[in-house]
């Protein structure tokens, strides 16, 4: 008889734990466990889940303190006779492990999907504080599990590293895609196309992005580039794009699903986060064999390695991205040679079925 796991995560908007959720969710061996998805606030992927055959649940959650929501998924856990708990994001770990304590689940696991650049010492508090209610403490990359031991003190053993992973096929370049998209833009073949995927804010490090298109545009040297995102900076963008130095070039998508089209349009990706977990558009544009120009910070530093597969400079420095964009912008030769050796990483080392082979490796030698 399959084991019943369930998949608790804070909710469920389009971004990239909520994404692994899903991919885990929809592709764990059906003929070994059984798999529903319980969220604490609501989401597109609900959607995409329950599309893919998976049971949702939304509680619906108002407030920190709805503490009803907390006795509902207790009972949710214990009806459904939940042999072990996989929590993602912290309120959702803070919900479940109480959940689990009240229910009775023997086993419950909390995946760390980021190394937080934000001061929360409680979120590192409450890990060391419930670690004997943990199994196991699942981190996106070895720098993120570097990062939350440092911030936790809690031994090596009760941590596992398992990557991230994508569909290495879903992301391969689609050659109509990008004559379509480039000439709706009025771009030659040979007219260089940055691209940036994430949502708009801090972290992500729009302002770092915006600054470097103005000291190109202010140098002579515009850069066109795409944003595909939404967020709380979105306005900054469009008040770039209105009336900043390169701001005619830059074009704003919004949020879209269609990933492989805008990545198959552009030459090369920008992602100059704050900080970062893993970095699944890098990842992403791996796959798809575009060289990426990221930031060293924890996580990404695990994804894109130096003069390898993209360029690395440091946070918060407008004008080293000018000049990593500068870079791939006059040497076809060096993107090409970055954006292979990049293909080849994705496809060895980040596949997701890697990923998902790990997490069912891990369920069975807890549960067995």
Request: glycine share 8%; net charge positive; proline share 3%.
């Amino acid at each position: 008889m399959p084991y019943r796991i369930c998949q608790l995560i804070t909710e469920l908007g389009p971004a990239g734990a909520e994404r692994c959720v899903y991919e885990l969710a929809s592709r764990l061996d059906k003929s070994r466990f059984t798999v529903e998805v319980i969220a604490l606030c609501g989401g597109e992927v609900a959607g995409w889940l329950r599309r893919a055959g998976i049971e949702v649940t939304v509680l619906g959650v108002r407030g920190k303190w709805d503490a009803i929501k907390l006795f509902r998924l207790a009972r949710l856990l214990r009806t459904r006779q939940i042999d072990l708990l996989h929590t993602h994001l912290f309120h959702a770990d803070l919900a479940g492990r109480f959940a689990a304590i009240l229910a009775g689940v023997d086993h419950v696991i909390h995946t760390v999907h980021v190394a937080e650049g934000r001061a929360r010492p409680w979120q590192f508090a409450f890990a060391r504080l419930m670690q004997r209610f943990c199994d196991r403490i699942v981190c996106v990359s070895q720098n993120v599990m570097d990062f939350h031991r440092r911030k936790t003190g809690i031994k090596r053993s009760l941590y596992k590293v398992i990557h991230n992973g994508v569909d290495i096929n879903a992301y391969s370049r689609d050659a109509d895609a990008r004559k379509r998209i480039r000439d709706n833009w009025q771009l030659a073949e040979d007219d260089f196309l940055a691209a940036f995927v994430g949502r708009l804010d801090y972290q992500k490090g729009i302002s770092t992005l915006l600054e470097a298109i103005t000291q190109l545009a202010e140098k002579g040297s515009p850069v066109n580039i795409v944003l595909a995102g939404a967020g709380p900076q979105r306005k900054a963008v469009e008040n770039h794009i209105a009336s900043a130095p390169g701001g005619s070039l830059c074009r704003l998508l919004g949020f879209t699903n269609d990933i492989r089209s805008v990545l198959s349009a552009a030459d090369a990706l920008v992602m100059p986060s704050r900080w970062e977990g893993f970095g699944l558009s890098a990842l992403e544009a791996l796959a798809a064999g575009l060289p990426v120009i990221a930031t060293s910070v924890p996580g990404l530093r695990e994804v894109v390695i130096n003069n390898v597969t993209g360029i690395l400079i440091n946070p918060d420095d407008p004008a080293a991205l000018a000049a990593a964009i500068q870079t791939l912008r006059q040497n076809p030769e060096i993107r090409k040679s970055l954006g292979k050796a990049g293909a080849s990483r994705a496809l060895c080392t980040f596949s997701i079925e890697k990923n998902i082979r790990a997490h069912e490796k891990l369920y069975a030698d807890i549960l067995g």
